[in-house]
């Protein structure tokens, strides 16, 4: 007999930093009590040169913008459709991991992979396709893919995804229609 004892080897789960459940209950309480609240997202964005942009949120980093060198930018940070589609990864993921924590699944892996098809024949409106129509440019197609794993069957995992995903603010704006202005400031 050998002196090493037998053991059993040992899976260990991490998971994912949680949120507020609770936190999360009383923020959705007060969306039931009233349906028609809403808030308001601001920034200002600031050009640097050529295509490189700083947009300013609150007391964070700059977010920084710019285009590929083969649309005549300096490609030192993402493209704007990029940024876009970076915002709907994010919604979709705090949308996923606060309808997990509502309920009650833990989950130890979330990313979410994105790709859109995006065209801009009109040149920024520039000499372009000019007889394009909006409905004819920007995103045709937005493909997501989402990596989840948690203490939870497949299906309720996709449940989840799917629910979060008809919830989404971010994913509704691009879906939908919006009403939308722009004017000189004064």
Not at 55 to 70: T, W
Not at 102 to 118: A, T
Not at 150 to 158: C, I, M, N, Q, S
Request: proline share 8%; glycine share 10%; charged share 20%.
């Amino acid at each position: 007999m050998s002196d090493t004892l037998a053991t059993t080897p040992t899976t260990v789960k991490a998971y994912l930093r949680p949120i507020d459940a609770a936190g999360l209950a009383t923020f959705a309480a007060k969306g039931k009590a009233n349906p028609g609240s809403r808030g308001t997202n601001k920034v200002h964005t600031v050009m640097e040169g050529q295509y490189r942009s700083l947009s300013y949120v609150g007391n964070h980093a700059p977010v920084v913008v710019d285009e590929p060198l083969h649309l005549f930018g300096q490609d030192t940070a993402p493209a704007p459709g990029e940024i876009v589609l970076s915002g709907l990864g994010g919604c979709l993921a705090v949308g996923i991991t606060a309808v997990a924590t509502w309920k009650g699944v833990k989950l130890s892996k979330l990313e979410v992979f994105l790709e859109g098809d995006i065209g801009n024949p009109a040149a920024w409106g520039a000499g372009g396709a000019l007889e394009k129509t909006p409905p004819e440019m920007g995103f045709q197609a937005i493909r997501v893919k989402v990596v989840v794993e948690g203490d939870a069957p497949r299906e309720v995992l996709d449940e989840i995804v799917q629910h979060a995903n008809f919830y989404s603010p971010v994913a509704n704006t691009l879906r939908n229609p919006i009403p939308f202005s722009i004017a000189l400031a004064d």
